[in-house]
């Protein structure tokens, strides 16, 4: 299965030359002979979304031209309603199901999805990538122009080199494939944890080897944000693991998460020190990271926690990562060359920069709190004086159980007045029973079974 979904990445059937001509003359309103040296209408790879074709500027700089297939919005906007509502039956029917909140996976994955179809958005990317590593010339970030693009076209410079995927080739050319393997996924975690802002699509396909060995970077379409306040707390919960602290991990995890009513956290901390017992023996050159990001995630999902979109995309992007690197070099190891970061990130959170900075936003907090609390505290005194003042308690699912209480009162009732109806033989009669007796008794077993499988559904028994 994953050899086929693989060639989605640059095999999937290409529109015809007609149909790309018309669509590019839509788009920037010209012919691609006239806006271009030199076009070539047969696309040189496809993929899910658009396809690629070689062209030339007039100034004879090489370029490739993106374009998107004809109508793949209409379709994928189609099929994500069906997802939808695939998702919603599948919260509604299936308690096994309700935990993996196919409604909000669904709704995320719809949302970076239809992201993708905009390729101003994949422009603006690229321009933040060149910043962030104008630095190093060992990464390459095709740059784009502006003026030949659009929402479904977008030009930008040609990158020649041996795609990451293609092992044999890179070996042939002696490339060092652990070497390649390294720089490609310590590029993607300085986009991680020193940037917060990275390419989340890291398949062999987006990456190349350009002559002279630097690691080139495509499709930069679907990307992921971490903020500083996120990135501490998954610093965090990578050094409570490498402390074996269950505890703190268990803490950090409910903080990050949101919790269902009835959450045991006794237990679930119990559940990750097993865990973590697990991988203490292993040393880091030896340490499964993607195995231990999912099963940490089928820790978290059992326990009914939904963590953020943005961690979900984050976990999704390192297990890419990792067997991505691991298809060059069987021996790499992410988790070694996350060890480094650690010293980073205790260096970076003692900086006095940092900490000037977070003094003046517990200044700017409190600065406020010191203007609005005199005022808000009047507003109260004032309404107590004039009994205006009202407490609204929330109770979160108290009107369901209210309402479940009340229909088993009801039947209970129901039930008893009935059969007495029925012990004394209250006309009118049939064959001996009492009618309204019968009739009752029926509707209160009616109203009971009712009540039950309610309670079943909402899995409360």
Known sequence: MAEQLQLLQANTPADSPETIRALIEVELGATPEALFAQFDAEAFASASIGQVHAARLKDGHEVVVKVQHADIEDRIRNDLEIMQSMAELAEQYSPELRQYRPVDTTAEFSRTLLAELDYTREQRNLL????????????????????????????????????VADREALRQSNQDLSDVAKRGANLFLNMIFRDGFYHADPHPGNLMVLPGGAIGLLDCGMVGRIDPHLREQIEDMLLAAIRQDGAVLCDLIVRLGSVPPGFDDAKMQADVEDFLAEYSGDSIKDF?????????TAIIRNYGILLPARVSLLIKVLVMLEGTSQNLDPDFS???????????????????KRMLHRMQGAWA??????????????????????????????????????????LGILSAALFMGSAQLWSSQVPPRLAGYSIPGALGCLAAAFLGFRLLRAIKRSGDI
């Open 128 to 163: 933040a990538f060149t910043r962030n590593f104008s630095s190093q010339e060992d990464v390459r970030i095709p740059a784009a122009y502006a003026e030949l693009s659009s929402k479904r076209v977008l030009t930008m410079d040609r990158l020649r080199g041996i795609s």
């Open 288 to 296: 499964d990271l993607s195995g231990a990001l999912n099963r940490m």
């Open 334 to 352: 992410l988790a070694e060359l996350l060890e480094p970061w650690q010293a980073k990130a205790i260096k970076r959170r003692l900086s006095p």
């Open 365 to 406: 907090d409190w600065s406020r709190l010191g203007e609005s609390l005199p005022r808000d505290v009047g507003d109260i005194i004032t309404q107590i004086k004039r009994g205006r003042f009202d407490i609204h308690p929330e109770h979160r699912r108290l009107e369901q159980t209210v309402n479940r209480l009340v």
